[in-house]
């Protein structure tokens, strides 16, 4: 039988572990800046050794999203970006590496709970990521990804409380997301001091990898957040890339070129 | 110490990235110790009455009433302090803030009511300010964006989207998300995620509180109907709410129809899907695929593709019946208002006027009381190169 979602996360951190480094784990916005770009940055992460990726579906009002995020979900929806285009997005690499599609709820609950796994499945994702649809918000759409093998992506932050901390990393499945800071995506000069400590509480309360996304923005920094935790999610620095590239050919360049530095320094 | 609802049926929650349930649990325990605590009670009536002007007049509109057929009671809160019911619940959130022990306060607006109540209730207690407002508002309500900078706030322009209510709230949401420590942020409706629906709706229902008691006094009965205008449903569901079990009162909520139901608008309710926006599942404008659609009023507090939670659960049962209202219409009625009894209505009040003044005839007889949300000082500039082009359209 094949393998689930959830156990194809599982090997790739357990690749990745086996090499003595954290998973590298890029982040796209599907559709941006047109729906044939975005397949060129996937199918480079893929080819640069991504061990597993994030893959935005563009939504209109993404509050977990700064200025860059949102404005390339904006530019996305207008060059056309939909649902199944990005889902379109998730199958080309699906079979080569795990992909999180990373959803807004009003995106989720419009296409309703067993439309929107169902869909996730038939493309080969192996979980999803819902930034705006905290624990026991909605246990329909996790029952539904978890029928079907795929993970439930939960999330812990900076304000998370201890005692919701514990319940939130041993429930994990797939892996816990920890938030860096107290913020929205973006890059940042300086990672907080408290993220050693998160990260430790979040591994010593889980069977789960933790992973840590927000503020990533160098190889450098990617290094020194890989070397605490278990994976490491570089959003913002990546879609800058794209946008600031003059064109395909040029987005693909410069995400691998920052691709294959981060793999280095991690 | 009565808990705060989260939901109203299915509706309402808390969609919001993680960083955010800390500051929600720590508001919704803050709100149930002050709601029950005397002390709290007692500064805050003491406020109400002094700095805001409360109880407002409910008035009896002889010529309004004369040309609909009907008795028509108008409860003023355009006479309130800053000349709408936002303040009520300006002043009662940033009491609670300081209770909490924040120092800066933010908030969003689209007409620049809340913008401004938010502003008065920080100059009065001291409290930094910071308020979110789309560009295409700071232009339509410009009096309201001097006032503000005037009372020592920060009018922070919102350019994403159109530039208007929609992204002022999801800017100050991503202020929130990033300051949470030292921030409290002041919504100016009753949406957003669980506690505020309920917090804005316990802080808001003076107006039906007191309107009740008015017209018992008036009129020695309860009216057959409540009228009130529909942006986020926050003057709206504080008139509701003391009425909702008394069945034979009809309730009635009107929302923007701007260029006609088939056209732009900012009937959530009336027009719209279910939905998640800002932080809780309602009635919202959204296209086949989720994505949030842009509203279009020509009042900017009606201009908003979403509506509080507890109106979709009050729509769904039956208990309240929301109608739409056009530009056109609005526009009319605030004309028609101020030459009637020297009244000049916000524009978003002036949409329940023009409900009353058309579909609102019938049946002939009844008691009204309209809930006249603000004056219309910050619209006249708006108003008046409307009303010159219908005029010269004929
Ligand atoms: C005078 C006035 N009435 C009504 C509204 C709409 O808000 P709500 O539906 O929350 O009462 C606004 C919002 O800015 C307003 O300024």
């Not at chain 1, 003595?20 to 060129?40: C, I, K, Q, V």
């Not at chain 1, 999803?128 to 759409?141: F, K, T």
């Not at chain 2, 009740?212 to 942006?231: E, F, N, Y």
């Not at chain 2, 739409?324 to 208002?337: C, K, N, P, Q, S």
Request: glycine residues 12%; negative net charge.
């Amino acid at each position: 039988m094949a393998e689930t979602g959830i156990e194809r996360i599982a090997s790739a951190f357990a690749a990745a572990r086996a090499e003595g480094r954290a998973a590298l784990m890029p982040y796209l916005m599907g559709g941006f800046p047109d729906h044939e770009t975005s397949a060129a940055v996937i199918d480079a992460y893929a080819d640069t050794g991504a061990d597993l990726i994030e893959l935005g579906v563009p939504y209109s009002d993404p509050l977990a999203d700064g200025p860059q995020i949102h404005a390339a979900a904006t530019a996305a929806l207008e060059a056309g970006a939909r649902f199944e285009s990005v889902m379109e997005l998730c199958e080309r690499v699906s079979a080569r590496v795990p992909v999180l599609p990373m959803v807004y709820a009003n995106v989720v609950l419009t296409l309703g709970p067993e439309r929107f796994a169902a869909a996730l499945e038939a493309a080969g994702a192996a979980g999803a990521i819902v930034p705006d649809l905290p624990r026991a918000e909605d246990p329909a759409v996790a029952g539904a990804l978890l029928e079907r093998g795929l993970a439930p992506i939960g999330f812990v932050s900076p304000t998370t409380s201890p005692a919701r901390l514990r319940e939130i990393a041993a429930e994990a499945v797939g892996f816990t997301y920890v938030v860096s800071l107290t913020g929205v995506t973006g890059e940042r000069a300086e990672l907080p001091p408290e993220l050693e400590a998160m990260v430790a509480s979040v591994r010593e309360a889980s069977e789960a990898p933790a992973a840590v996304g927000f503020g990533i923005g160098t190889p450098e920094q990617a290094a020194k957040v890989g070397a605490i935790a278990d994976g490491v999610i570089i959003g913002t620095r990546l879609v800058r890339a794209v946008a600031d590239a003059p064109d395909r050919d040029a987005a693909v360049d410069a995400v691998s070129a920052f691709m294959a530095d981060t793999r280095m320094a991690l | 110490m009565s808990p705060v609802e989260s939901r109203f049926g299915p509706y309402g929650g808390r969609y919001v990235p993680e960083v955010l349930i800390a500051a929600l649990d720590e508001l919704t325990a803050a709100w149930e110790e002050a709601s029950a605590d005397p002390g709290f009670g007692a500064e805050l009536d003491g406020l109400l009455r002094d700095f805001v002007g409360r109880p407002t007049p409910l008035y009896l509109a002889g010529r309004l009433s004369e040309r609909v057929g009907r008795t028509v009671y108008l409860k003023r809160e355009d006479l309130a302090h800053t000349g709408a019911h936002k303040i009520n619940n300006a002043v009662g959130q940033a009491l609670l803030a300081r209770r909490m022990g924040k120092t800066r306060i933010i908030a969003e607006t689209g007409a620049g009511q809340h913008g401004v109540a938010t502003a008065t209730a920080c100059a009065l207690l001291g409290l930094e300010c910071v308020i979110y407002m789309g560009t295409e508002d700071m232009r339509r309500q410009r009096p309201n964006v001097e006032r503000m900078g005037l009372m020592g706030a920060t009018v922070e322009p919102v350019e994403a989207g159109a530039r208007t209510l929609k992204e002022a709230v999801s800017a100050a949401i991503r202020d929130w998300v990033t300051n949470v420590g030292d921030t409290h942020y002041i919504i100016g409706s009753a949406v957003g995620p669980a506690p505020y629906p309920a917090l804005v709706r316990d802080l808001q229902r003076v107006i039906g509180d007191e309107a009740r008691a008015q017209i018992l006094a008036a009129a020695g009965r309860l009216p057959d109907r409540i009228v009130a205008c529909v942006g986020g449903g926050s003057n709206a569901i504080g008139s509701f709410v003391p009425f909702v079990d008394d069945a034979d009162v009809e309730l009635i909520g009107v929302e923007a129809a701007g260029e006609g139901l088939n056209g732009r608008h900012g009937a959530s309710l009336a027009a719209g899907r279910t939905g998640v926006l800002h932080g809780a599942l309602s009635a919202v404008l959204a296209d086949e695929d989720g994505q949030i659609l842009e509203a279009h009023s020509i009042s900017a507090g009606l201009d908003y593709p979403g509506v509080g939670p507890e109106h979709a659960m009050l729509r769904d049962t039956g208990r309240a019946r929301y109608v739409a209202i056009t530009d056109t219409e609005a526009l009319l009625a605030l004309r028609e208002l101020s030459r009637l009894e020297g009244i000049v209505p916000a524009l978003e009040s002036s949409h329940a006027v023009a409900w009353l003044l058309g579909e609102g005839r019938e049946p002939a007889g009844g008691i009204d009381v309209l809930t006249l949300s603000g004056r219309g000082d910050k619209d006249l500039a708006e108003a008046l190169a409307g009303l010159e082009r219908l005029d010269a359209d004929g």
